[in-house]
Every structure is written in structure tokens, then in C-alpha cells.
């Protein structure tokens, strides 16, 4: 009785060590998707620029001045009014970002206002943005203009959503779609369209780069998972 003990346990520590391995490879691939995620990407590229015809200033349309990370200076005496260092999408114009590598979740936009940041009635604000997936391009001012080729990511707005001037910056939490993304779209929706307003004023936009080369296939990653499956099957079964 006891050898017969002995033997099934030694049997069933045996299936235990066999089947581990494809389940800790299921497990470890399944933890190397997830940390796939990079860090947080500055644009590096205004792929496409249009102010629809909105008069500024020449700093104001500079399409650099929306790239890498957020130029906050102020001076002491009205908040950031030094600052020059963003990009006016014009009343209803719209811009298309590039990060030079995929992204997902969440966009942060930090936008600068000189006016009357009391509330958003006050000074009025907004952008639509929109992610797309586009291996190459050669039209894009026609892409631009079709926003049923772009997937709806949510609204911002520069005060309320205290884009405007602040470290943080603003993010479309809750609002961004699943999937994995190439390119940002921002269109201005400016309800306030007064002469001297020239829109949504972008000083920075940031995204969650995805490096895609570690992220296994579909199929490949459903593989491992039935190996492991069928591992701890036949490990409960005997």
C-alpha cells in the first residue's frame, strides 16, 4: 500500500514538473505582451498642417513648436504669457501627429491660453481627436479632410479639462479606443470665434509608445496557451 502511495505521488510530481514549463512560457509570454508598453512619446512630426485660413501671427503656425515635450515657462507677471512655444490649429483647422513609433490608450495634450482661464465659458477653447493607422500616405491633406477613415478618441477642452497651461496637461482618459495606433489627429472646435481668436493652441501632445516587435501574434500567443491548457488537463486528469 504504501509503494502504490508512493509511486502515484511520484507520478503526479512528475506530471506537475512536466507541465510547468508550458504553462510559465504561456505565463511569461503573456507578461511580455503586457510590458510592451514603452514609455510616454512626444510628437516627433506634424505629418500634415492646415489653419483653414485662420490670420496669426508667423510663431503661431510654426509646426515645431508643437513637437517633443512641454515648454511651460512663465514670467512673473501674467502667468505664461512669455510663452510662445505652441502651435494655433486655427478656427476649425486641424493637424496630424506623428510619433515615430505605434501607441496606445490614453493621448496627453498640454495647450497654452493667455486669456481669461476663470472657467471655459470665459475663454473657449476645444479639439476633437481622432487615432488612425496608415502604413503609407501620399494624400494627406485628403485624409485629413475624411474623418470616417480615423477612429473618434475623444474631446478636450482647454480649461475645463485644464489643458491649458498646467504640468500635467490634459488626457482623453476613458474616452481613447482599444487597438494599437499610428497617427493623432486633432481638429480645432473652437465655439469662440472672435477676430484676435486664432483656436486650440497645441504646446505639446504625448501618447503611450507600443513597441509591436515584442508583441506576439494572436495565433502564436493562442498556441502557448492551449500548450499550457492541455499541459494542466491532462495533469488534472491523471
Do not use: H
Not at 514538473?17 to 510592451?36: D, E, K, Q, T
Not at 512663465?74 to 510619433?99: C, E
Request: with cysteine; hydrophobic share 35%; proline share 2%.
Amino acid at each position: 500500500m504504501t509503494d502504490t502511495v508512493a509511486t502515484q505521488n511520484s507520478f503526479s510530481m512528475n506530471n506537475v514538473l512536466r507541465w510547468a514549463p508550458a504553462g510559465a512560457m504561456a505565463a511569461s509570454i503573456i507578461c511580455a505582451a503586457g510590458s510592451a508598453q514603452a514609455a510616454q512619446l512626444y510628437a516627433t512630426d506634424v505629418v500634415y498642417y492646415d489653419n483653414n485660413g485662420t490670420s496669426m501671427s508667423s510663431y503661431r503656425d510654426n509646426v515645431e513648436n508643437a513637437l517633443g515635450s512641454p515648454e511651460l515657462t512663465s514670467d512673473s507677471s501674467n502667468g505664461y504669457s512669455g510663452n510662445k512655444d505652441f502651435l494655433s490649429l486655427g478656427i476649425s483647422g486641424r493637424a496630424v501627429f506623428d510619433f515615430g513609433q505605434s501607441f496606445s490608450g490614453d493621448v496627453t495634450i498640454w495647450e497654452t491660453t493667455w486669456g481669461n482661464k476663470s472657467s471655459q465659458r470665459s475663454y473657449d477653447e476645444r479639439i476633437d481627436i481622432y487615432y488612425g493607422n496608415f502604413d503609407s500616405v501620399t494624400n494627406w491633406e485628403s485624409l485629413a479632410e475624411d474623418l470616417t477613415q480615423w477612429t473618434y478618441a475623444g474631446e478636450i477642452l482647454n480649461i475645463a479639462d485644464n489643458a491649458y497651461n498646467t504640468a500635467q496637461g490634459a488626457t482623453n482618459a476613458g474616452e481613447a479606443p482599444d487597438g494599437i495606433f499610428n497617427y493623432v489627429l486633432v481638429v480645432d472646435k473652437t465655439t469662440q470665434k472672435a477676430d484676435s481668436r486664432d483656436g486650440f493652441d497645441v504646446n505639446a501632445i504625448a501618447v503611450n509608445g507600443v513597441d509591436t516587435k515584442d508583441v506576439p501574434e494572436p495565433a502564436s500567443l493562442l498556441g502557448l496557451l492551449v500548450v499550457g491548457a492541455v499541459g494542466g488537463c491532462r495533469f488534472l486528469k491523471r
